[in-house]
C-alpha cells in the first residue's frame, strides 16, 4: 500500500517526487464491488524520493519546507484525507470514483478513474493544488513557482 506524489516548478522546469505513508484505508464492498471507501495519510512522513539519499542536506530542506506552512503546514494539520462518495462501473476492471479529498482543513470533489482488479485498487490523479491552498503565499509571481497540478499515485490492497 503507498501513496506518491509528484509536483512541478516554473512550467514544468523541474519536478520531484516523493511518499506519503498511509495512516489508516478501508473499502466499503458490495457484491465484492468496491461501493465505498477512504484512506487517510500521515502528513508529517512526507518524503522526497528524487534526492539521492547521498545528499542529506538539500533533501531535509524540501520536506522540512514540504511540512511548512507554505505548503502542507504539517505541524497543524498532521493527517490528510480522501473518502469516496460514489462510485461508478465504467467497463470490466475500470471505476469513475468520486469523493472528497481533505487537505489543511479544506476539502473539495474530485472525480478520477481507477482500477480495481484482484483486491488491488490503482489510480493516478491530479488534482489543482492552489484549490487547497498548498503554494507559496504572497502574489501571483511568488505563486507560479510551482505548477497547479500536484499528482497523486495510490495504490492500496484489499483484504
Known amino acids: 500500500m503507498e501513496v506518491l506524489w509528484k509536483g512541478s516548478k516554473m512550467g514544468h522546469t523541474g519536478k520531484h517526487q516523493g511518499k506519503i505513508q498511509l495512516q489508516k484505508a478501508y473499502f466499503l464492498t458490495k457484491d465484492k464491488n468496491i461501493s465505498g471507501g477512504g484512506f487517510m495519510v500521515d502528513m508529517q512522513s512526507i518524503e522526497v524520493i ?3 539519499m547521498h545528499e542529506p542536506i538539500p533533501r531535509k530542506r524540501l520536506v522540512d519546507h514540504l511540512k511548512s506552512d507554505d505548503f502542507f503546514d504539517a505541524d497543524a494539520y498532521p493527517t490528510s484525507h ?13 471505476l ?5 479529498l481533505t487537505i489543511k482543513n479544506t476539502t473539495k470533489n474530485l472525480e478520477f478513474l481507477a482500477l480495481y482488479k484482484d483486491n488491488l485498487f490503482s489510480t493516478k490523479f491530479t488534482f489543482d ?4 491552498d498548498i503554494a507559496y503565499k504572497g502574489n501571483w509571481i511568488d505563486r507560479t513557482f510551482v505548477d497547479r497540478e500536484i499528482e497523486l499515485t495510490v495504490m492500496l490492497k484489499a483484504k
Request: no cysteine.
Open 50 to 52: 528524487d534526492i539521492p
Open 82 to 94: 480522501f473518502e469516496i462518495t460514489n462510485v461508478e462501473p465504467i467497463t470490466g476492471d475500470s
Open 96 to 100: 469513475k470514483i468520486k469523493g472528497n
Open 129 to 132: 493544488r492552489f484549490q487547497w
